[in-house]
C-alpha cells in the first residue's frame, strides 16, 4: 500500500489529470473527478467525493483545474492508503491524524512519520 507515496512529483500528477479528463477540455468535471477518485480508492462514499470536489474547487466555477487537481492528489492517496490499511478515515479524521504525527509541524509527512501513524514507534 505504499504506491501512493510515488505520485509525488507534478507530472505524474498532471499524467492522472490527463487520463481522467475525458473531453480534454483542459478541467475535470465532477464526473471526471469522481472516477479519478474512485480509482485510487472505492471506499469513499459519494458525499465525501462531492465535498472534496467542492474545497478543491477554489475558484468556484464547477470545474478543476490540473494545479487545483494536483492539490488533491495527496488527499486521495493518504485516503486510500488508509482504507487500504483497514483504517476508517474521514478528510477530518486523516487531518487529524497527520497533525498528530506531524513531529516538525511542517504539513506533511516523512516516511518516518507515516509509518508512526500507521504501526506506532518505527
Do not use: P
Not at 472534496?52 to 492517496?77: P, T, Y
Not at 498528530?100 to 508512526?116: H, K, P, Q
Amino acid at each position: 500500500f505504499f504506491w501512493f507515496m510515488v505520485v509525488k512529483s507534478y507530472k505524474y500528477k498532471n499524467l492522472i489529470f490527463e487520463k481522467f479528463d475525458k473531453n480534454k477540455n483542459g478541467k475535470l468535471s465532477l464526473d471526471e473527478f469522481r472516477e479519478a477518485v474512485l480509482a485510487f480508492s472505492l471506499n469513499i462514499s459519494e458525499k465525501e467525493v462531492t465535498q472534496m470536489f467542492k474545497d478543491i474547487d477554489v475558484d468556484g466555477d464547477g470545474e478543476l483545474s490540473s494545479d487545483e487537481f494536483a492539490s488533491s492528489v495527496d488527499k486521495i492517496e493518504f485516503h486510500a492508503a488508509m482504507i487500504g490499511l483497514g483504517k476508517e478515515c474521514t478528510e477530518e479524521k486523516c487531518a487529524e491524524m497527520v497533525k498528530t504525527v506531524d513531529a516538525d509541524g511542517d504539513g506533511y509527512l516523512s516516511f518516518e512519520e507515516f509509518m508512526v501513524m500507521i504501526i506506532g514507534e518505527f
